[in-house]
C-alpha cells in the first residue's frame, strides 16, 4: 500500500484546511485509515481515523467536533477536514493504513503498517 498525503499549508487560527490521503496498491488489504501529527520536539499523536468497510469514525479529544473523517472508495482517498484551526494543530499530518488493526489499537501508530510522507499544517495566530 502507498500512501500520499496532500492539502497542508499556512492557515490562520480559526480557518479551515482539507487534506487528503490517496492509497495505491494493495487497498483492499487495508482495514483502516489513520491521520496523525507531529509537531517539533514531540512524539506522533493520533488524530482521527476511518474503518474502509464500515465508515465508522474515531477522533482524538483535542480534534473532536472540529475535525471531521471521511473516506471515498472508489477514489481510495480518506480526507481529513479541519475547521476552527488553532495554532496548536500546527504539525506535520501524515496518513497511515493498517491492515489488521483493532478499535483499541486505532490510537498508537505501532498499529499501522504503512505511513504516507506527511504533510505540513501551518496555523499562525
Known amino acids: 500500500v502507498q500512501l500520499q498525503a496532500s492539502g497542508g499549508g499556512l492557515v490562520q487560527a480559526g480557518g479551515s484546511l482539507r487534506l487528503s490521503c490517496a492509497a495505491s496498491?494493495?487497498?483492499?488489504?487495508?482495514?483502516?485509515m489513520g491521520w496523525f501529527r507531529q509537531a517539533p520536539g514531540k512524539e506522533r499523536e493520533f488524530v482521527s481515523a476511518v474503518r474502509w468497510s464500515t465508515g465508522m469514525t474515531y477522533y482524538a479529544d483535542s480534534v473532536k467536533g472540529r475535525f471531521t473523517i471521511s473516506r471515498d472508495n472508489p477514489k481510495n482517498t480518506v480526507y481529513l477536514q479541519m475547521n476552527n484551526l488553532k495554532p496548536e494543530d500546527q504539525a506535520i499530518y501524515y496518513c497511515?493504513?493498517?491492515?489488521?488493526?483493532?478499535?483499541?489499537?486505532?490510537?498508537?501508530?505501532?498499529?499501522?503498517?504503512?505511513w504516507g510522507q506527511g504533510t505540513l499544517v501551518t496555523v499562525s495566530s
Open positions: 497511515a493504513a493498517g491492515l489488521r488493526t483493532i478499535t483499541s489499537a486505532i490510537r498508537f501508530p505501532s498499529s499501522y503498517d504503512y
Open positions: 496498491g494493495r487497498t483492499l488489504s487495508a482495514r483502516i
